[in-house]
């Protein structure tokens, strides 16, 4: 199986969905047995802008990831810019591994990565919910396990909020963040009131706006701003992620 060519040849047939996905069934059913050689460029594609989604769509069709690509694929979801996007990786990992996996270590990034992760992370947080969401429905229960991540994740999103001024950080966490404190523990309603206060004075028009969706005042008229791609150089730096996965 040749990847490289294999992806020229799916990139050119884009405009045309049969021929496309036709490519990405035939590579799926390799992806599993892949040879060293290829297991090196699926991870590399992952860091490129155009491959990652053709790599993305072969897991998605094969249901399956490899193990060597869980690192790869959940670095590329947390470094997507586009907070849509992202759910192209998040899907086939939370297929192939579980949901509460992927859900513990993308919320460890928004408490221990850098700002871009942090900001990357909460958006790829978002389609753990749409994916944990789904699951409940098709087995008829919620999982308790995963409702009490989301009080932890609440109470993370509300801190990190108050404690950290970036700007995508603070956009993409009151994009999602829960800000009901009718059934709320009095500190998580403190914490809300301190979200609250910072946005209403917030010179961001986004992050002012958004309170109000947030808080059922308002209807969503603005998309959550793409975040501008991290420096290459930045990108290089040995980061949390890379000191967790060694």
Same mark, same amino acid.
């Given at each position: 199986?040749n990847?490289?060519?294999?992806?020229?040849?799916?990139?050119?047939?884009?405009?045309?969905?049969?021929?496309?996905?036709?490519?990405?069934?035939?590579?799926?059913?390799?992806?599993m047995?892949?040879?060293?050689?290829?297991?090196?460029?699926?991870?590399v594609?992952?860091? @490129?802008?155009? *491959?990652?989604?053709f $790599?993305?769509?072969i %897991?998605? !069709?094969?249901? /399956?990831? #490899?193990?060597?690509?869980?690192q790869?694929?959940?670095?590329?979801?947390?470094?997507e810019?586009?907070?849509?996007?992202a759910?192209?990786?998040?899907?086939?990992?939370?297929?192939?591994?579980?949901?509460?996996?992927?859900?513990?270590?993308?919320?460890?990034?928004?408490?221990n990565?850098?700002?871009?992760?942090?900001?990357?992370?909460?958006?790829?947080?978002?389609?753990?919910?749409?994916?944990?969401?789904?699951?409940?429905?098709?087995?008829?229960?919620p999982?308790?396990?995963l409702?009490?991540?989301?009080?932890?994740?609440?109470?993370?999103?509300?801190?990190?909020?108050?404690?950290?001024?970036?700007? @995508?950080?603070? *956009?993409?966490i009151i $994009?999602?963040?829960? %800000?009901? !404190?009718f059934? /709320?523990? #009095?500190?998580?309603?403190?914490?809300?009131?301190k979200?609250v206060?910072?946005?209403?004075?917030?010179?961001?028009?986004?992050?002012?706006h958004?309170?109000?969706?947030q808080?059922?005042?308002?209807?969503?008229?603005?998309?959550l701003?793409?975040?501008?791609?991290?420096?290459?150089?930045?990108?290089?730096?040995?980061?949390?992620?890379?000191?967790?996965?060694?």
């Open positions: 199986m990847l490289e060519r294999m992806y020229g040849e799916w990139a050119a047939l884009r405009g045309s969905p049969v021929q496309a996905h036709a490519i990405i069934a035939d590579a799926a059913t390799q992806v047995s892949v040879s060293d050689d290829q297991m090196r460029w699926l991870m594609s992952l860091s @490129d802008d155009k *491959r990652k989604f $790599t993305a769509a %897991l998605t !069709a094969a249901a /399956a990831v #490899p193990e060597k690509l869980y790869p694929m959940l670095r590329a979801a947390i470094y810019t586009s907070p849509l996007r759910q192209a990786f998040v899907e086939p990992l939370t297929k192939a591994f579980t949901v509460r996996q992927v859900y513990q270590h993308l919320l460890e990034f928004v408490q990565g850098n700002d871009f992760e942090k900001a990357g992370a909460v958006n790829a947080l978002h389609w753990i919910g749409e994916r944990k969401t789904a699951s409940e429905k098709e087995n008829s229960k999982d308790m396990s409702m009490s991540l989301d009080e932890v994740k609440r109470k993370v999103y509300l801190n990190t909020f108050i404690s950290n001024a970036n700007l @995508d950080v603070r *956009r993409s $994009t999602y963040v829960d %800000l009901d !404190a059934t /709320a523990a #009095p500190t998580i309603k403190e914490l809300i009131d979200v206060k910072l946005c209403r004075q917030h010179p961001d028009e986004y992050i002012k958004r309170v109000e969706v808080l059922g005042r308002a209807n969503s008229a603005y998309s701003p793409a975040r501008q791609p991290i420096d290459a150089t930045e990108s290089t730096k040995r980061s949390w992620w890379q000191q967790l996965w060694k």
